[in-house]
């Protein structure tokens, strides 16, 4: 599932059904909703650019987070930093045993849905992390398409909160995505390029 339907989510919604996967992605009522229309409208999402490339018929668009979360393996939260909080608590109850979430870019999404978890009561054991900046540099495009900026295969630096869930994260991660760890999330907030380039 990927969780955030902006030029990210849908990106990488994109790139993740072309690379073999069974996407789901969600959304929150409000939110993006030009960007979810033109997919259901369409069919699917048309990717350009500099890595993957094709037409993705994504297999679920919804605003459903009960059925989106409950249901995934692995949970791409693609949303800004400062709707992170909001996130978490559309996710947490429907969080179960053995799933895994990761937050691009972090800014320490993964300490927040941890605060959100023990608020909330959610014992659910999931292993939580988050990118160094962001998934790719890309940016949504009319009639459901997008486009990525960079050449893929770059390694992707991520790490978990707590830290020592790290080798899981890049284990899981690993299977779409390479990935090398970084010594904790202060590191992969830190270091995130948009902190310069913006």
């Known amino acids: 599932t990927v969780v955030g339907a902006g030029g990210t989510g849908c990106c990488t ?3 993740l059904t072309l690379l073999g996967n069974q996407v789901t992605l969600c959304e929150q009522e409000g939110w993006c909703e030009e960007n979810l229309a033109a997919i259901r409208a369409r069919g699917g999402f ?10 993705a018929e994504i297999a679920e668009v919804t ?6 979360v409950s249901s995934a393996e692995v949970i791409f939260v693609t949303a800004l930093s400062t ?16 799933q895994t979430i990761l ?5 320490c999404g993964s300490m927040i849905l941890r605060r959100v ?10 292993v939580a992390g988050e990118l160094e900046g962001n998934m790719f540099p890309c940016r949504i495009r009319p009639n459901a398409s ?24 890049c284990a899981v991660i690993g299977e779409f995505y390479k990935c090398v760890p970084a010594v904790n999330v ?3 907030t830190l270091n995130a390029s948009n902190i310069i380039v913006h």
Do not use: Q
């Open 13 to 15: 919604a994109a790139e």
């Open 46 to 55: 048309e990717l350009t650019g500099l890595a993957t490339t094709g037409y």
């Open 63 to 68: 605003n459903d987070f009960e059925k989106a």
């Open 83 to 98: 709707r992170h909080e909001a996130l978490a608590e559309a996710m947490v109850p429907y969080l179960r045993d053995g």
């Open 103 to 107: 937050f691009s870019a972090g800014s």
């Open 117 to 126: 978890m023990a608020e909330k009561g959610c014992g659910a054991s999931v």
């Open 146 to 169: 997008g486009f990525i900026g960079m050449p893929g295969g770059k390694p992707k630096t991520i790490a978990a909160f707590p830290a020592k869930d790290t080798e899981k994260l």
């Open 186 to 188: 202060f590191e992969t």
